[in-house]
């Protein structure tokens, strides 16, 4: 909000310094031979204005602190968290996994713990993470990266299952 005003000062000072006969920007070697009252405030009317609408039109920063509960069809408050906490969090949720559990969910095959009631594209998409992985090849006996994407987009995804 503060931004706002102090950008709209800034804006109606500069408006009003340009339409000050005298202090407005000329091209060298051009003079200026008449003074015009009217000119001078319409320039300085029009640049205040346009300075006004200006600051009035710029967004104004929200807060996401409510969501539509879609049930009851009102509002709840969301309880916000520092990016501090948010990442504390997510960093010892990755202590808890093994290295290759890190890059596993990293390659979109998710937290293999939290398996139940999983749809079909999570499943073929756990799938294609283990596919691009050579020891889950390996251990699944899905040959090349391409032969064992090529079964996962096929349909059978219980083979890579079964390996992660």
Same mark, same amino acid.
């Given at each position: 909000?503060?931004?706002?005003?102090?950008?709209? @000062?800034? =804006?109606?000072? !500069?408006?009003?310094?340009?339409? !000050?006969?005298? =202090?407005?920007?000329?091209?060298?070697?051009?003079? #200026?031979?008449?003074?015009?009252?009217?000119?001078?405030?319409?320039?300085?009317?029009?640049?205040?204005?346009?300075?006004? =609408?200006?600051?009035?039109? =710029?967004? #104004?920063?929200?807060?996401?602190?409510?969501?539509?509960?879609?049930?009851? %069809? *009102?509002? *709840?408050? !969301?309880?916000?968290?520092?990016?501090?906490?948010?990442?504390?969090?997510? +960093?010892?949720?990755?202590?808890?996994? @093994?290295?290759?559990?890190?890059? +596993? /969910?990293? #390659?979109? /095959?998710?937290?293999?713990?939290?398996?139940?009631?999983?749809? *079909?594209? @999570?499943?073929?998409?756990?799938? +294609?993470?283990?596919?691009?992985?050579?020891?889950?090849?390996?251990?699944?006996?899905? %040959? @090349?990266?391409?032969?064992?994407?090529?079964?996962?987009?096929?349909?059978?995804?219980?083979?890579?299952? *079964?390996?992660?």
């Amino acid at each position: 909000m503060m931004r706002n005003s102090i950008l709209s @000062s800034c =804006l109606l000072l !500069v408006g009003i310094c340009k339409s !000050v006969n005298g =202090l407005a920007y000329l091209p060298p070697r051009q003079i #200026q031979t008449s003074y015009s009252p009217s000119l001078n405030s319409r320039r300085a009317f029009l640049s205040t204005t346009a300075a006004t =609408l200006t600051s009035l039109a =710029l967004p #104004q920063i929200t807060n996401a602190r409510y969501i539509l509960n879609e049930e009851t %069809g *009102d509002y *709840d408050e !969301v309880a916000d968290e520092d990016w501090q906490t948010a990442w504390g969090k997510r +960093l010892d949720k990755a202590k808890s996994m @093994s290295t290759e559990e890190v890059f +596993l /969910a990293a #390659q979109g /095959a998710g937290n293999v713990n939290q398996k139940e009631n999983e749809s *079909d594209v @999570s499943k073929k998409r756990r799938a +294609l993470a283990g596919c691009r992985n050579g020891g889950m090849r390996e251990k699944a006996g899905g %040959g @090349s990266e391409k032969e064992c994407a090529a079964r996962v987009l096929g349909g059978d995804i219980q083979f890579m299952l *079964d390996a992660l």
